[in-house]
């Protein structure tokens, strides 16, 4: 079955410092990429969708800058979010679709920022 | 109104029961109908896909879709402790890596 693996599962993290998470699809090639955003006890919120060699498309009210997407190939892509606050403190879960397996997901990133 | 709504819950039921969890949606160009099992910190795992209206099972778990009515269920048989966890129903129109959306979440407790 689809083999999806995201690093770190957990992070904490100095206010104004980046962290960058990573997610792979370690046995089909993700044409697109998800990035979604989980707060406790809520569903999933989309962030920006991305596609292999292209620029990522945000969502409505997502900073671009603050969150950086970069999908460089078809089995990595990465999410860095830049000069964090703690209000970025989240769970942050990647979503490659491609080959027969559609939609899968990572495990998940718990992000602290203190 | 949301697109896709889903009663968030609490439901907790005793081991053995059946459970019901329901979603409806509005936008009659969804196509594509899945629930996805959430366990606490985790990532979601799909336990049942479909595209059309009717019934689909797999083993204890039946999903059904209702397209006229914009109503989708799955329903849990025989439930077990390892059963509790959020479930999450999630729907896209046609067409590739298209955008999912997602409902609420319903947190589901099978007590022993």
């Known amino acids: 079955g689809a083999v999806v693996s995201q690093h770190p599962s957990r992070v904490i993290c100095k206010s104004g410092t980046s962290v960058k998470i990573e997610c792979r699809s370690l046995?089909?090639?993700?044409?697109?990429m998800f990035w979604y955003r989980q707060f406790p006890k809520k569903s999933l919120m989309l962030m920006a969708t991305?596609?292999?060699?292209?620029?990522?498309?945000?969502e409505q009210g997502v900073e671009k800058d603050k969150f950086l997407i970069n999908h460089a190939s078809l089995t990595l892509s990465t999410l860095t979010v830049t000069s964090a606050h703690p209000e970025d403190s989240s769970f942050y879960i990647c979503?490659?679709?491609?080959?027969?397996?559609?939609?899968?997901f990572g495990s998940g990133t718990r992000l602290t920022v203190v | 109104q949301k697109e896709v709504e889903q009663d968030p819950g609490p439901l907790s039921v005793p081991e053995g029961a059946i459970v019901s969890l329901n979603c409806t949606y509005s936008?009659?160009?969804?196509?594509?109908f899945m629930w996805y099992r959430q366990y606490s910190r985790k990532g979601p795992e799909l336990l049942m896909y479909?595209?059309?209206?009717g019934n689909k099972e797999d083993g204890r778990f039946t999903a059904q879709v209702d397209k006229s009515s914009k109503y989708i269920s799955l329903f849990i048989r025989d439930s077990q402790p390892s059963d509790s966890a959020t479930y999450l129903c999630?729907?896209?129109?046609?067409?590739?890596?298209?955008?999912?959306?997602f409902g609420q979440g319903t947190r589901l407790t099978i007590n022993p």
């Open positions: 999630a729907m896209s129109v046609r067409g590739g890596a298209q955008k999912l959306v």
């Open positions: 979503s490659p679709y491609g080959g027969n397996y559609g939609y899968t």
């Open positions: 046995d089909f090639q993700a044409t697109t």
């Open positions: 936008n009659s160009a969804f196509q594509y």
């Open positions: 479909t595209y059309s209206s």
């Open positions: 991305s596609n292999e060699g292209s620029k990522a498309t945000y």
